[in-house]
Nanobody, 120 residues
Framework: QVQLVESGGGLVQPGGSLRLSCAVSGSTLMISSIGWHRQAPGKQRELVARITSDGSTNYADSVKGRFTISRDNDERTVALQMNSLRPEDTAVYYC??????????????WGQGTQVTVSS
């Protein structure tokens, strides 16, 4: 069974840094894309950053220049380095991936979410 296992997150002061990590477990044929969404209280879930199987990346305008997404050579672990954090970055961050499992069709998978709080 394919699962996304997240780590990282926590409380940080404005201007600080955090690193989130997401690992894909289970048998897969292909990970088409993987990345992070976030959802703040009272707001819709939004894309933060994403990387595709060919290495292309895209970022939300609000995080460009501050956040960097990267993945391991095995393409099963992705990290989100978050620098110059702002209070408005406070949200639950969810790892999300489009995966073709060993047996089945491509579908979207989600992690359980990890809280990021930026506050002094």
């Amino acid at each position: 069974q394919v699962q996304l296992v997240e780590s990282g997150g926590g409380l940080v002061q404005p201007g600080g840094s955090l690193r989130l990590s997401c690992a894909v477990s289970g048998s897969t044929l292909m990970i088409s894309s993987i990345g992070w969404h976030r959802q703040a209280p009272g707001k819709q879930r939004e894309l933060v950053a994403r990387i595709t199987s060919d290495g292309s990346t895209n970022y939300a305008d609000s995080v460009k220049g501050r956040f960097t997404i990267s993945r391991d050579n095995d393409e099963r672990t992705v990290a989100l380095q978050m620098n110059s954090l702002r209070p408005e970055d406070t949200a639950v961050y969810y790892c999300n991936a489009d995966i073709t499992p060993q047996y089945g069709l491509i579908r979207a998978y989600w992690g359980q979410g990890t809280q990021v709080t930026v506050s002094s």
